[in-house]
Nanobody, 124 residues
């Protein structure tokens, strides 16, 4: 079992920045690939970014590429999502999730553990 707790969400103006954190506990954190997903009201949960267990591979959704950066610190059991140049369409609840797969996966159904989410609101 892996427990994930997100933090760092809030209200920010368009063009601003936020850094989300995901704290993990439980089973060996470094065995898992980690993804960030988001869900806006009335919309399906969508993939945002993912990082593999060794931190040498990352994947981003086209909508955030060049603006968001995912990173992890296995010694601290932490994953981060640095979000710059935020837009109103980035408004959503952001979730981190852990997948015990060999490679990075983009489908939410392949992630085994989820946090409770943190709200990000970007005002125009």
């Amino acid at each position: 079992q892996v427990q994930l707790v997100e933090s760092g969400g809030g209200l920010v103006q368009a063009g601003g920045s936020l850094r989300l954190s995901c704290a993990a506990s439980g089973r060996t954190f470094s065995n898992y690939n980690i993804g960030w997903f988001r869900q806006a009201p009335g919309k399906k949960r969508e993939f945002v970014a993912a990082i593999n267990r060794w931190s040498d591979s990352t994947v981003y959704a086209d909508s955030v590429k060049g603006r968001f950066t995912i990173s992890r610190d296995n010694a601290k059991n932490m994953v981060y999502l640095q979000m710059n140049s935020l837009k109103p369409e980035d408004t959503a609840v952001y979730y981190c999730a852990a997948a015990g797969t060999y490679r990075i996966v983009l489908s939410a159904t392949q992630y085994d553990y989820w946090g409770q989410g943190t709200q990000v609101t970007v005002s125009s």
